[in-house]
Every structure is written in structure tokens, then in C-alpha cells.
């Protein structure tokens, strides 16, 4: 297993976000992590990339132990997180950004690395030089994937990355991201459309108010009768 | 109107320093939103230090060099030992954290040093330059040429380095670089090091024309605040356009109506810009009325 949580708990001052997450993620996999508004998807990713502390439980990546290790050191592990809201550096330029993903990077392959986030999305080649903050919200999901693309990871983090896109746009992001998954990146993703992401998913988890309750193979979860009424609306 | 320029000369002079101690709010206060009040105390560590350490035998360069050494290592154990300890407290508790940290390296000051006025040797003489009938002194050549030395350096690290481009990025979206693998607890450290160097270099440069003492810090903290806020707290050219400011608008108020009014400038500035201007000329974020 790449990545292996066990009773993963945080909290925000006396609230309690996480109440024991259990989940495993083989390398290669895409698994989905679905569930309502204010489930805890994203304390988790957050709690993953160790941007939020985790209070009890372990994660173990590649083997070893992270559930104390500081943010930066995880990026350098290979674990990116493309956050939820986007989080481009507005003011500066597209490729700035860009650079920025690579900071843990080797100065060698930068630009390689760019020129291959550009040919994969050449909107952010033409716009190379404008401030992220005048993007469209698209193309802002694009700029967040790719500088975390840039960081070289083996575990990429996706925390609803349709949020607030037209259905064409998410189309072309979630097929992307299904993209990464061939190539062989492992990906953890994030959503709320949870019928998009258990299609293009080998695996989904369910979450509720801070549990996973359900998880199997995405298509036996496309299929179960609770996971249709509660979260595909049908 | 040569004596208007005598003002101008002495205000732009005066107002460098303050921009470069502004310079210095606005790097730490876009690294944490926290406004350092001991700003001022690393001018009287580069001023003082240098004065010694000359005094001591050493050459000036050196003594310089040495001085604006030992104000970065105060500037990085005030951020290890004061504000990190503290990491998750409020802004306003890292604040008067900065204050308490003031008060300490001027009492730690005294006893290091003495209690007496110090000054140090003028870089290239004291003959004054005659431009349009008033007097520019050498020094403060040295003054301007530096502080715009200080601009181009900034200018330089924070839009061409990688390191400079984190900076800016944690300043602006904190947990966005935290994901990009910045060490945001170093970029704190490293904004703490750059202030207190800037610092540093003011006081140096100024102590030949304004005289240093171990409470020198104080003043200067409080018209380089001025600075900032009226540039626009977290601006850079806001800072420098500030500091050359309420220089000008001090050395006019003394000259033109009396030199006891000197400091009082800055405290008028201060008022006004937070009651009618709370964004500053740059619009930089608006500082909160505690
Ligand atoms: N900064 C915070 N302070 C306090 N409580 C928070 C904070 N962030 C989230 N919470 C609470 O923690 C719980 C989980 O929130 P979280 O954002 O992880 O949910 P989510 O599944 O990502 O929701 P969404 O689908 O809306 O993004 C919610 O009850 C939320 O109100
Ligand atoms: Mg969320």
C-alpha cells in the first residue's frame, strides 16, 4: 500500500472533524472519496498533507510513518494536494505559479517540466505571463493542477476539482485527472459529484460526519441502492 | 528657496531611513501580519555595534559588516525564541510580544554599550556639496545611495529568486505554499533576518549625521510605522514613498515652525492616515483600530 490511514482523528479546537478514518490506497490506484457538505473530505486531505494535525490515528506512506511530519517534507516525499478552492497565487504570473510547484524540485528538470504542463494544457502557455488571479475559474483549475503536477508527485490529492465548473469544463478536468491515474500516478480524489468520480474511480470511499461508512469498487458503489438514493440522486 | 532646499535635503535624508525602517514592518508584517515593534532596535544595533567595534580597533568596513551580522543573528533569535514559541497566539499577542522584545534589547543595550550619545566618523568627509545655495552633506549620500541600493536589492530577491517569488507566495496564500512545499516557518525566519539587516544598514548609514544611542530604536520605529501605514501596510513603494514622506513633512514642520514639533509630526501622521486613510496611499490592507 502507497498510502495506509488507521483511526485518523483531528479536530478544530473542541469539534471533531475526523472521527477514526480508515482507508488504503495501493500505488497506481484512482480511488474517490465521496460524501455530503461538511462530511470531513477535506479535513482529511488537509489532515494528509499535514497542513491540519492530525490528534490521533496514523498515516503511513511508502512504509513510514508522516502523522507528525511537517507539510513541506511530505511534498518532498512525492504527496501534492491540489486544494480545494484552487489557491493560485493571484497576483502572480501563470508561470510563476508554476515555478513556485517545482520549489521542492530539482532546479534540472523545471523546465522540462514546464514545457510538459504547457503542451498538456496550452491555455496556460498563452496566458503564461498574466497574473492567476485574472484566469477564469477553469482555467485557475488547471493552473492549481499543474503546479501541483509540478511538484513531480507519486500521490496527487484532488479536492473538488468540478467545484463551480461548467460540465464541459469538468469533463475535460476529470478526464485529465484520469489521465494522471494511466500514466501511473496514484489519486486520491475529492467530490461532490459523486457519479463524475465513481465513473472515471477503480475505488470509492463514502464518507459521513467524519467516518467512512461504505467503500468497495467503484462500480459495485455506482450500483448499491444507498449510495444511489443518498448521493447519486436517483 | 535655498532654504527650502536645506529642508528637502535633511527631510529625503531622514526619510530614507525611515523608509528603509518601513521597508522593514512591511517584510515581517506580510511574512505574519505581525507589525514588529523592535524594528527600530536593529537601526540602534547597526549604529551602536558599529560604533564600538570601531572603537575596538576593528577597521570600519569590518565593523560594519560585523554589525549588520550580529543585528540579523538578533533578528533571527527574537523570531526563535519570542514569536515562534508563540506560533497560533493572536496577532495582537505577537505584537506586544514585539514590544516587550523593544524594551528588553534597549535595556539589554545599555548594559552592553553605555548610556551616552555615540556617532561614527562621516564615510568621505564632511565638506558639504552647495546645490541651489544649500548644504548637502557627503553622508547623506551615502544615506540615499544606500537606501536605493536597499530598494534594488529587494527588488531584485523578491520579483528574480525563487526564494523571493516564496516569500511573496506565502505572504499571499499561506496554505496554498505550504502544498507547494515551502517551508513557510523558514520564510518567516528568513523575513525576520532581511528586516533586521535592512535595519541595520540604516542605522549604519545614519549615525554619522543623527548621532545613536541605546534608545535611538524607539523614534525610529515609531515614524518608519508611520511610514508604512501611510504607504499602505504590506507595500513595499508604499513603505519607501512614506518614509520619504514623513521625512519631508518633519524637516518642513521643524524648519518652518519649530523644531520642537519634530516628532510630533509622525504622531499627526499616524492619526490622520488612521482615521481618513486606513488603506494608505498604495492600498495596502487596512490596519485594524484595536
Ligand atoms: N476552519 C474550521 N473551523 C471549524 N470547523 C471547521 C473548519 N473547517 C471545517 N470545519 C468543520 O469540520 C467539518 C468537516 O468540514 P470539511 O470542510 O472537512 O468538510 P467537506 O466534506 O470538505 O465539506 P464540503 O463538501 O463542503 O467541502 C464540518 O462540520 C465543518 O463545519
Ligand atoms: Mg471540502
Known amino acids: ?234 | 528657496m535655498a532654504e527650502f532646499l536645506q529642508f528637502f535635503f535633511s527631510g529625503i535624508t531622514v526619510g530614507a531611513v525611515y523608509a528603509m525602517v518601513a521597508l522593514g514592518f512591511t517584510i515581517i508584517y506580510n511574512a505574519s501580519e505581525v507589525i514588529n515593534f523592535a524594528q527600530g532596535e536593529f537601526v540602534m544595533i547597526g549604529g551602536m555595534t558599529s560604533v564600538f567595534l570601531l572603537s575596538a580597533g576593528l577597521p570600519l568596513p569590518l565593523a560594519i559588516a560585523l554589525a549588520v551580522a550580529i543585528a540579523v543573528a538578533v533578528g533571527i533569535a527574537l523570531n526563535v525564541l519570542a514569536i515562534e514559541p508563540a506560533r497560533g497566539a493572536s496577532v495582537v499577542t505577537l505584537i506586544i510580544i514585539t514590544i516587550g522584545a523593544s524594551i528588553l534589547l534597549r535595556g539589554l543595550a545599555q548594559i552592553v554599550f553605555d548610556r551616552q550619545f555615540h556617532t561614527l566618523p562621516a564615510f568621505s568627509g564632511e565638506t558639504p556639496i552647495t546645490i541651489g545655495g544649500a548644504a548637502l552633506q557627503p553622508q547623506a549620500l551615502w544615506v540615499l545611495g544606500g537606501a536605493l541600493v536597499v530598494v534594488l536589492a529587494l527588488g531584485w530577491f523578491f520579483t528574480r529568486t525563487l526564494m523571493g517569488k516564496a516569500m511573496r507566495a506565502t505572504a499571499h496564500n499561506r496554505l496554498a505554499a505550504q502544498l507547494a512545499g515551502i517551508n513557510v516557518r523558514f520564510v518567516l525566519m528568513l523575513s525576520f533576518a532581511l528586516s533586521a539587516a535592512i535595519g541595520a544598514v540604516a542605522g549604519v548609514l545614519v549615525t554619522p549625521i543623527t548621532l545613536t544611542s541605546y534608545d535611538a530604536g524607539a523614534m525610529l520605529a515609531l515614524k518608519g510605522f508611520a511610514a508604512a501605514i501611510l504607504g499602505g501596510m504590506g507595500s513595499a513603494a508604499g513603505a519607501v514613498a512614506g518614509g520619504l514622506l514623513v521625512g519631508i513633512a518633519e524637516a518642513m514642520g521643524a524648519g518652518y515652525i519649530s523644531s520642537d514639533y519634530k516628532d510630533a509630526v509622525a504622531f499627526v501622521i499616524i492619526l490622520l492616515v488612521l482615521f481618513f486613510l486606513p488603506r494608505g496611499l498604495f492600498g495596502g490592507k487596512s490596519v485594524e483600530r484595536v
Open chain 1, 1 to 234: 500500500m502507497l498510502l495506509e490511514v488507521q483511526g485518523l482523528t483531528s479536530h478544530y479546537g473542541r469539534i471533531q472533524a475526523l472521527k477514526g478514518v480508515d482507508l488504503a490506497i495501493a500505488e497506481g490506484e484512482l480511488v474517490a472519496l465521496v460524501g455530503a457538505n461538511g462530511a470531513g473530505k477535506t479535513t482529511l486531505l488537509r489532515t494528509l498533507s499535514g497542513v491540519q494535525p492530525a490528534t490521533g490515528g496514523s498515516i503511513a506512506y511508502a512504509g513510514c510513518d508522516i502523522t507528525r511530519l511537517v507539510p513541506h517534507r511530505r511534498v518532498r516525499l512525492g504527496i501534492a494536494q491540489v486544494p480545494e478552492g484552487r489557491q493560485v497565487f493571484g497576483p502572480m504570473s501563470v508561470e510563476d505559479n508554476l515555478r513556485l510547484g517545482a520549489f521542492t524540485g530539482s532546479r534540472q528538470t523545471v523546465e522540462a517540466d514546464l514545457e510538459a504542463q504547457y503542451t498538456r494544457f496550452p491555455i496556460l502557455k498563452e496566458r503564461r505571463a498574466q497574473a492567476a488571479g485574472t484566469l477564469s475559474g477553469g482555467q485557475q483549475q488547471m493552473l492549481a493542477i499543474a503546479r501541483a503536477l509540478m511538484a513531480r508527485p507519486k500521490l496527487l490529492l484532488l479536492d473538488e476539482p468540478s467545484m463551480g465548473l461548467a460540465p464541459l469544463i469538468t469533463q475535460q478536468i476529470l478526464a485529465a485527472v484520469r489521465s494522471f491515474r494511466d500514466d501511473g500516478m496514484t489519486v486520491f480524489l475529492v467530490e461532490q459529484n459523486a457519479f463524475a468520480a465513481l465513473t472515471i474511480a477503480d475505488r470509492g470511499y463514502v464518507m459521513e460526519t467524519g467516518r467512512i461508512v461504505l467503500h468497495g469498487p467503484a462500480r459495485d458503489l455506482l450500483a448499491d441502492d444507498d449510495v444511489k438514493r443518498a448521493y447519486l440522486g436517483v
